[in-house]
């Protein structure tokens, strides 16, 4: 059966950024398919919620509340992945973000901090997890922007933080192939709390809409089945590649009103 290639059998995988949004999503869609979690963030009472659907859906949660702003402490997470579970076959590196900031208010601390939180950590995670993945022939999903290949106003931190994830990528998939399989997802506009403010107010809301070609505001479980595709046998045949999931954007579908300088 072809719907048996999108199934995760006692695969085990790490999630980051697993307390809510994306990555909770992503956390359950992969116990869904059959894989049990190591889920991380800094906030241990959304980690419980997240594992509590993990562990409705039959499988299993391990709960790690992390400063993961520290690559050092996001590549603890590899170790304890197989001392939990015996073994490691997914890494979804969905932590990052960074607060939109104009470019003359844009340090070269805050574009370092930017890069350390989009970047770092999943470099930090990979490889250490790199040995376990090669053992189990598994993989690597990256979770990055359309900011980081379109133009915008105020993103110049953020957007070259996901830019360099998504070139990353490209050059981790080369240097671990062909054992480990690395990808990433491109993702648009989603309904998280990091786009609440937008979500919550029907004018933003509507003007993001018309400018989406699908119409929509994406959802967490739009991004979490692309990664249960990536990640299973499905996507098997695909490494190295920046998966587009953003309802058609070509630019940006949110002005945030920055002036000429």
Same mark, same amino acid.
């Given at each position: 059966?072809?719907?048996? +290639?999108?199934?995760?059998?006692?695969?085990?995988?790490?999630?980051?950024?697993?307390? +809510?949004?994306?990555?909770?999503?992503?956390?359950?869609?992969?116990?869904?398919?059959?894989?049990?979690?190591?889920?991380?963030?800094?906030?241990?009472?959304?980690?419980?919620?997240?594992?509590?659907?993990?562990?409705?859906?039959?499988?299993?949660?391990?709960?790690?509340?992390?400063?993961?702003?520290?690559?050092?402490?996001?590549?603890?997470?590899?170790?304890?992945?197989?001392?939990?579970?015996?073994?490691?076959?997914?890494?979804?590196?969905?932590?990052?973000?960074?607060?939109?900031?104009?470019?003359?208010?844009?340090?070269?601390?805050?574009?370092?901090?930017?890069?350390?939180?989009?970047?770092?950590?999943?470099?930090?995670?990979?490889?250490?997890?790199?040995?376990?993945?090669?053992?189990?022939?598994?993989?690597?999903?990256?979770?990055?922007?359309?900011?980081? +290949?379109?133009?915008?106003?105020?993103?110049?931190?953020?957007?070259?933080?996901?830019?360099?994830?998504?070139?990353?990528?490209?050059?981790?998939?080369?240097?671990?192939?062909?054992?480990? +399989?690395?990808?990433?997802?491109?993702?648009?506009?989603?309904?998280?709390?990091?786009?609440?403010?937008?979500?919550?107010?029907?004018?933003?809301?509507?003007?993001?809409?018309?400018?989406?070609?699908?119409?929509?505001?994406?959802?967490?479980?739009?991004?979490?089945?692309?990664?249960?595709?990536?990640?299973?046998?499905?996507?098997?045949?695909?490494?190295?590649?920046?998966?587009?999931?953003?309802?058609?954007?070509?630019?940006?579908?949110?002005?945030?009103?920055?002036?000429?300088?």
């Amino acid at each position: 059966m072809i719907l048996d +290639r999108f199934r995760l059998p006692g695969q085990v995988a790490v999630v980051t950024g697993a307390g +809510r949004g994306i990555g909770a999503a992503t956390a359950v869609a992969l116990a869904e398919a059959g894989a049990d979690v190591v889920i991380a963030s800094r906030t241990a009472a959304q980690l419980e919620e997240v594992a509590s659907r993990v562990f409705s859906s039959g499988r299993r949660a391990h709960v790690v509340p992390l400063d993961l702003a520290d690559p050092a402490a996001a590549a603890t997470l590899a170790a304890v992945a197989v001392e939990e579970f015996g073994r490691l076959d997914l890494v979804v590196n969905n932590v990052g973000g960074t607060y939109p900031r104009p470019l003359a208010e844009t340090t070269p601390e805050f574009l370092e901090e930017a890069f350390r939180f989009n970047v770092s950590t999943a470099h930090a995670l990979t490889v250490a997890a790199a040995p376990s993945l090669i053992k189990t022939g598994g993989s690597v999903v990256n979770i990055s922007s359309i900011m980081g +290949r379109v133009g915008g106003r105020g993103f110049v931190a953020y957007g070259t933080a996901k830019a360099a994830l998504a070139h990353w990528t490209r050059l981790a998939a080369a240097d671990l192939a062909p054992k480990v +399989r690395v990808n990433a997802i491109s993702v648009g506009s989603v309904a998280t709390s990091a786009l609440e403010i937008v979500v919550g107010n029907p004018e933003l809301k509507a003007k993001m809409e018309a400018a989406t070609p699908l119409r929509r505001i994406g959802e967490a479980e739009d991004i979490a089945a692309t990664v249960v595709f990536l990640a299973s046998r499905a996507g098997g045949y695909i490494t190295g590649k920046i998966l587009e999931v953003d309802g058609g954007l070509q630019s940006p579908n949110l002005d945030l009103g920055l002036p000429d300088l």
